[in-house]
């Protein structure tokens, strides 16, 4: 079973920096894409980047200020997160569709790390 474990999110002024990792683990042939998304209180998950080989994309309100990459030799994708806003704040999972070893493909989640920016 592929795992995902995210770092540590952490809390930053508006205006503020910080960067998010998550690395996978486990029967790993190749990972076809990664994907970032977020969940604040009250409100449904949404996908805030994501990276395949053929593209990256971003949503509209982190355009500009997120930059999503990845590292294929260490299983890793990052999210640089920069001019955060309060509204930034949320729980922040990392996504990745991987082809296992011996099982097909596999869609997998981290546990989610806490993100908050104060004003």
């Known amino acids: 079973q592929v795992q995902l474990v995210e770092s540590v999110g952490g809390s930053a002024q508006a205006g503020g920096s910080l960067r998010l990792s998550c690395v996978a683990s486990g029967p790993i042939f190749s990972i076809n894409g990664w994907g970032w998304y977020r969940q604040a209180p009250g409100k449904q998950r949404e996908l805030v980047a994501e990276i395949t080989v053929a593209r990256t994309t971003y949503a509209d309100s982190v355009k500009g200020r997120f930059t999503i990459s990845r590292d294929n030799a260490e299983n890793t994708v990052f999210l640089q997160m920069n001019r955060l806003k309060p509204e930034d704040s949320a729980v922040y999972y990392c996504?990745?569709?991987?082809?296992?070893?011996?099982?097909?493909?596999?869609?997998?989640w981290g546990q989610g790390t806490p993100v908050t920016v104060s004003s």
């Open positions: 996504h990745a569709e991987v082809s296992t070893l011996y099982s097909g493909t596999q869609l997998a």
